[in-house]
């Protein structure tokens, strides 16, 4: 009699358990990488603007100050995200420039799409798109993405495609093809791909659905990339907000949460329009990672 008989069926079963465990952790089926890889920051436009104390009330009056204007394009596994879309490419056809509101003159010497190009992405591969906001200078591109995944306040949505669009500032021509792309409507903070490595930050305030963004990159350290909560570092020191925000008080607050976040995460703040900070910060064809 053959001793072993009565516990072969147990040793097929470990056997059995144990390739199944050995093929999980084999090098031959990595699994996808975890989190974000890294990000392009580029130029997506600029404004000058000769007196900036509409935008920190009582104090900097008839001072000239210039913005930058930035798109983020992140990277995470093989996945696209674009965060903000910056103003439209079309205004490189007029190099002197377009003045808008509070004499601000909007200048674009790049399009958006030649620099996408340039790191070889196309807008087809962009599968997911988000706003800070829905003023021009941040959606002016946002047609070119007509098949991403869309996440928008809900209450952002509701102003931009309300009956009084204009009262917020917007343009709606710079968006209407928004209302077509697949869409999420959210209601407050949203772990975009369910890791924590890119977060949605509900800051609303400058309009009623304002948002920004936090990135955990992977040498760089976690970032936040601001929107408009403030448009320069001065007024986020000091927590002052435009007149002409949506609602100031709750600008104020927006800026005391992600002052909490930047804290709680050792987190940089990346203010998209702080032409000073902007210069310091690697645009593409560099890769941030
Ligand atoms: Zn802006």
């Known amino acids: 009699m053959n001793r072993s008989s009565p516990l072969r069926p147990c040793m097929i079963l470990l056997l059995s358990s144990l390739i199944v465990v050995m093929a999980a952790c ?81 200048v674009r010497t790049r399009t958006f799409a030649s620099q996408l190009d340039e790191v070889g992405v196309s807008p087809a591969q962009v599968r997911f798109i988000a706003f800070s906001h829905t003023h021009a200078d941040h959606v002016g591109n946002s047609k070119l993405f007509p098949t991403a995944m869309l996440y928008i306040q809900q209450a952002e949505y509701d102003a931009a495609f309300g009956p009084e669009p204009m009262k917020y500032g917007f343009v709606p021509s710079m968006y209407a093809t928004l209302r077509d792309n697949p869409t999420v409507k959210l209601q407050g903070d949203f772990d975009v791909f369910g890791d924590g490595s890119v977060k949605i930050i509900s800051t609303p305030g400058h309009t009623p659905g304002h948002q920004s963004l936090l990135v955990r990159l992977p040498k760089t350290g976690p970032v936040v990339l601001s929107g408009d909560i403030a448009h320069f570092e001065e007024n986020f020191v000091n927590r002052r907000a435009p007149g002409f925000n949506f609602d100031v008080e709750q600008s104020r607050r927006s800026m005391d949460k992600v002052d909490a976040l930047l804290k709680a995460e050792h987190a940089q703040l990346w203010i998209n329009h702080d032409a000073q900070q902007t210069k310091g910060i690697a645009h593409a064809p560099a890769f941030v990672e």
Not at 59 to 76: A, R, T
Request: with cysteine; charged share 20%.
């Open 26 to 106: 084999s090098p031959m089926n990595p699994r996808p990488q975890a989190g974000v890889q890294g990000l392009y920051v580029f130029y997506c436009g600029e404004a000058h603007i000769p007196d900036i104390s509409p935008w920190s009330p009582g104090f900097n009056v008839g001072k000239p100050m210039d913005f930058s204007d930035n798109c983020y394009l992140i990277k995470h596994g093989d996945d696209w995200m674009l965060w903000d879309s910056g103003f439209t490419d079309a205004l490189v056809d007029t190099p002197e420039g377009v003045l808008g509101a509070r004499n601000m003159r909007m």
